[in-house]
């Protein structure tokens, strides 16, 4: 996969109002380089029809479009990839299904599950919830930076860290080892979209370097 180092997940109820492909237009002129869609409530032709808008802005912009969930939107709109948790399909199935050329990423919040990851083939893993998150109804516990640090020295597959993350915490995820950041609630929620993600961005470049 292309290398990335933002990664923004879509989140209406944080949009205040303003559009989806406004929201993350923004997301990607202020740097982000992977885009997920992710839509716990709408039915699965809202979802494709998203899933349609999306691609299209991403492909415009040159920037990776990820589906989660939904493996068969995911199929229909000619999406990068797929983002499973560890109660979706098992990733040689859902290989099977994508094709060798479709990225997969799969959630982890243990060294374990990060492990069976990389063996199976996943493309990149999602470690979190790093802080208190309440962008996510069935969520875990926090598995803290402690998790960062166990994953950057042992996993070689790309890693996203993800949940809770904000400005004013970032430095710690990054000074754990963590080279790449998702996010819902500080991107898509913001004021200023583009802005923040323009901070991100800089502070990536310059104390996310390893
Ligand atoms: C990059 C990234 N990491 C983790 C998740 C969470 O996926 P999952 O565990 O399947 O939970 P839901 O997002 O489906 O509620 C993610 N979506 N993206
Ligand atoms: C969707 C999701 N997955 C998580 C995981 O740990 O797997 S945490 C999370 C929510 C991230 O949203 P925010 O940036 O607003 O905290
Ligand atoms: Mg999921």
Redesign the pocket.
């Known amino acids: 996969m292309k290398e990335f180092k933002l990664?923004a997940?879509t989140g209406e109820e944080f949009h205040q109002g303003r559009e989806l492909i406004e929201v993350m237009e923004e997301a990607i002129l202020g740097g982000v380089d992977i885009i997920?869609l992710?839509d716990?409530t709408s039915s699965k032709r809202e979802v494709l029809m998203k899933a349609k808008a999306l691609r299209e802005l991403t492909k415009k912009h040159d920037v990776t479009f990820?589906v989660?969930?939904h493996i068969d939107v995911a199929l229909a709109v000619d999406a990068d990839g797929i983002?499973?948790?560890?109660?979706?399909l098992p990733l040689a199935d859902a290989r099977n299904i994508m094709g060798q050329d479709k990225i997969i990423?799969i959630?982890t919040h243990h060294i374990d599950e990060a492990r069976e990851a990389q063996v199976n083939g996943a493309d990149?893993?999602?470690?979190?919830p790093i802080f208190h998150t309440n962008s996510?109804?069935?969520?875990v516990d926090p598995v803290t930076t402690e998790y960062i640090q166990q994953v950057a020295s042992e996993i070689t597959i790309p890693f996203?860290a993800?949940?809770g993350i904000k400005l004013h915490n970032v430095d710690q995820v990054i000074e754990a080892g963590a080279t790449r950041i998702?996010m819902i609630s500080e991107i898509v929620g913001a004021d200023d979209i583009k802005g923040v993600c323009e901070q991100f961005t800089k502070i990536l470049a310059t104390k996310g370097e390893k």
């Open positions: 990664y997940i997920q992710r716990k990820i989660n969930d983002h499973l948790g560890q109660d979706d990423g959630s990149y893993i999602g470690v979190g996510k109804v069935d969520v996203v993800i949940g998702c």
